[in-house]
C-alpha cells in the first residue's frame, strides 16, 4: 500500500480536452490509448501501462494505475495515473530527490535535469495520448504542472558534467503551478519550445531569474528525441 502522506515532495500533472463531456471517451478507447502512450523516454515510462491488468485496471468512470517501484529503483519511489471517460488525466509521482541517495545527501533538493525531463516527457507523452484519444490537431489541451512541497528547496544540478549556476537556488513557495491551453497539433509540434519555457518558469521561483535557455533546451530536446 503507497503511503501519500509520508513525503512533502511530489509532481503532478492534469490535463483536459477542451470539448468536455463526461462519457465522451469509452473505456475501451481509453484502455487502447494509454497502451499506445507508453513511450519510453528514459527507461521508465510517464504513462506505465500494465497489460497484464495487475496494477493498470477500470475503476468507476475509467481507468488507473498505482505502481510502487521501490524494489527496482532501491529507494522509495511510486507513482500513480488516472484517466476518465471524460478525457481528463491526472498524474502524481513522488519526486526523487525525496529519496535518492545522491540527493538526499545533499539535502532538501530539486534536481534541475530530472525537472526538465518530467515536464518533456509528460507533454510528449500527452500528445500522443489524445492523439491516440482522435481529439482534432485544432481542438484546445490545457496541461497543467504542480510541484508540491517545494518551499526551503535549492534547486541543484545533481550531474557534474551538466552546466552549473551560483547559489543558493531556493524556493520561498510551497508549491509552483504553472500551466498552458494550446492546440493539440501545436503542443505536438513545439513540445521541446513548450516543455523549455515551463522549466524556465519554474526554476525563476527557485530564484534563478535568467535560466539558461539554451542549455535546457538542449536537456529537452535530447530527451524528446529518444523516443
Known amino acids: 500500500m503507497v503511503d501519500w502522506q509520508k513525503y512533502e515532495g511530489y509532481r503532478e500533472v492534469t490535463a483536459y480536452p477542451a470539448d468536455f463531456s463526461e462519457n465522451r471517451f469509452e473505456i475501451e478507447a481509453l484502455w487502447k490509448a494509454a497502451e499506445k502512450a507508453e513511450i519510453l523516454y528514459r527507461g521508465w515510462p510517464f504513462i506505465f501501462f500494465d497489460r497484464n491488468k495487475g496494477q493498470t485496471y477500470v475503476i468507476d468512470d475509467g481507468i488507473e494505475t498505482v505502481v510502487d517501484l521501490t524494489q527496482v529503483r532501491r529507494h522509495e519511489c511510486f507513482e500513480m495515473w488516472k484517466l476518465r471517460q471524460s478525457g481528463l ?15 538526499v545527501e545533499q539535502g532538501k533538493v530539486l534536481s534541475l535535469e530530472l525537472t526538465v525531463y518530467h ?14 484519444l482522435g481529439v482534432p ?17 535549492n534547486l541543484v544540478v545533481l550531474s557534474p558534467t551538466r552546466m552549473g549556476f551560483m547559489g543558493p537556488q531556493i524556493c520561498r513557495s510551497s508549491q509552483i503551478s504553472r500551466e498552458r491551453c ?16 515551463i522549466s524556465g518558469e519554474i526554476f525563476q521561483q527557485f530564484q534563478w531569474i535568467e535560466p539558461n535557455f539554451s542549455s535546457i533546451r538542449e ?9
Open 89 to 103: 488525466f491526472f498524474h502524481r509521482a513522488l519526486m526523487d530527490e525525496e529519496t535518492h541517495p545522491r540527493a
Open 119 to 132: 515536464i518533456s516527457e509528460a507533454i510528449g507523452s500527452l500528445w500522443h495520448l489524445y492523439t491516440e
Open 137 to 153: 490537431d485544432d481542438e484546445l489541451l490545457t496541461i497543467s504542472f504542480t510541484y508540491k512541497g517545494v518551499k526551503g528547496r
Open 182 to 197: 494550446l492546440p493539440l497539433g501545436e503542443w505536438r509540434a513545439s513540445e521541446v519550445d513548450i516543455a523549455s519555457e
Open 219 to 227: 536537456l529537452a530536446s535530447k530527451l524528446l528525441a529518444k523516443r
